[in-house]
């Protein structure tokens, strides 16, 4: 059971948006996700079915994955980039993956770096940081393990760059763009291989603040929607995730999915920062919605988990007004009770 218990080991050794953080991480990291998101983001396996495809992922040889199986999650490359002296970047996620139809031999085909955001009010484009990404990792396959040595640029593997923006501006929302190098001939029309200068493409994905969880379309944007920011329990997720998506539900899935359900950053937002801060600064118990106050609820349980403190100590830490707190309290209650 080591690894049953990463994400909710997270948030007991971070505060609330560092274990949101970490949640998106380790979720982004299992290899059913990553095989969904390069079915539609990743060109090379366009074609693939999505059962085969955590095949290619770090060259894992296996084809199924077993509901009891606790490591369905991607070892990763080094994401510290210290190539350039003073510039150092960390990735959130980066890893390498075979190609179909690829020389046996040949074990790394592609690099893929993902990358999770709250929003896109950043203060720079997003676009631009994400071609400072795929250069960053083109330049430092030269002379590097799984690279390519001296001047064989023909060996240079292309790499894939993939933005997941959670909470996008509104003008945003629902875009889901590619950017990469293309061929145009200026004066004699000759054409290179393809393969040639195909060497990076970063996606942008920018989700919608709504679903219509019950159509037919079950895409890719619809299933991070669900993963990250839908307001529903655990129980929901995890049943639209293996109705609609054909998720297998292993052990880890299944635990963690249900122990940061409401550590999504659409809960964290609408929950906290517009609810529950304003009912505190204004100490009525009318500030808080029923849904805030079970939200509440919920993180005032995990900050008793981190902190091994009482109700009564987490809520003076989180200084929380006594006009809420019999609603905070009875629904903490409530929630304890239910777990049992």
């Not at 040889?61 to 606790?70: A, C, I, M």
């Not at 955001?117 to 960053?136: D, E, I």
């Not at 240079?156 to 997941?164: R, T």
């Not at 940061?260 to 517009?274: H, P, T, W």
Request: aromatic share 8%.
């Amino acid at each position: 059971m080591k690894n049953n218990l990463e994400v909710a080991d997270a948030i007991e050794n971070n505060d609330l948006n560092k274990a949101y953080d970490e949640y998106c991480k380790k979720i982004l990291s299992n290899k059913q996700i990553l095989a969904r998101i390069m079915k539609e983001c990743v060109a090379e396996y366009r074609d693939i079915p999505v059962e085969e495809i955590p095949s290619y992922i770090e060259n894992d040889p296996r084809l199924d994955v077993s509901v009891e199986d606790e490591t369905d999650k991607i070892q990763g490359r080094n994401i510290e980039d210290q190539s350039v002296h003073g510039a150092e970047i960390k990735y959130d996620i980066l890893f390498d993956a075979k190609l179909p139809n690829s020389d046996e031999n040949e074990r790394i085909g592609l690099f893929i770096n993902i990358e999770a955001q709250n929003s896109n009010n950043n203060g720079y484009p997003l676009t631009s940081r994400a071609v400072y990404y795929c250069s960053r990792l083109l330049a430092k396959q030269k002379n590097m393990q799984g690279g390519f040595q001296n001047s064989e640029f023909q060996n240079l593997k292309k790499v894939y760059s993939i933005w997941i923006v959670m909470n996008p501006s509104k003008a945003m929302e629902g875009v889901f763009n590619e950017y990469t190098i293309s061929e145009r001939c200026l004066r004699k029309k000759y054409h290179i291989p393809k393969t040639d200068y195909d060497k990076l493409s970063i996606v942008m994905i920018y989700l919608n603040n709504e679903y219509d969880i019950n159509d037919d379309k079950h895409d890719l944007t619809e299933m991070l929607y669900i993963l990250f920011r839908a307001d529903m329990p655990a129980q929901d997720k995890k049943y639209q995730l293996s109705e609609n998506y054909g998720i297998m539900m292993t052990r880890a899935i299944d635990k963690e999915m249900k122990g940061v359900c409401n550590l999504s950053q659409g809960i964290m937002d609408k929950g906290i920062e517009k609810g529950l801060a304003e009912g505190m600064e204004k100490g009525r118990a009318e500030g808080l919605t029923e849904g805030q106050i079970q939200m509440a609820s919920s993180i005032v349980i995990s900050l008793m988990k981190t902190t091994n403190k009482s109700m009564g100590e987490v809520l003076d830490m989180a200084d929380i007004d006594k006009a809420i707190r019999p609603e905070v309290e009875k629904a903490v209650k409530a929630l304890i009770q239910s777990d049992r």
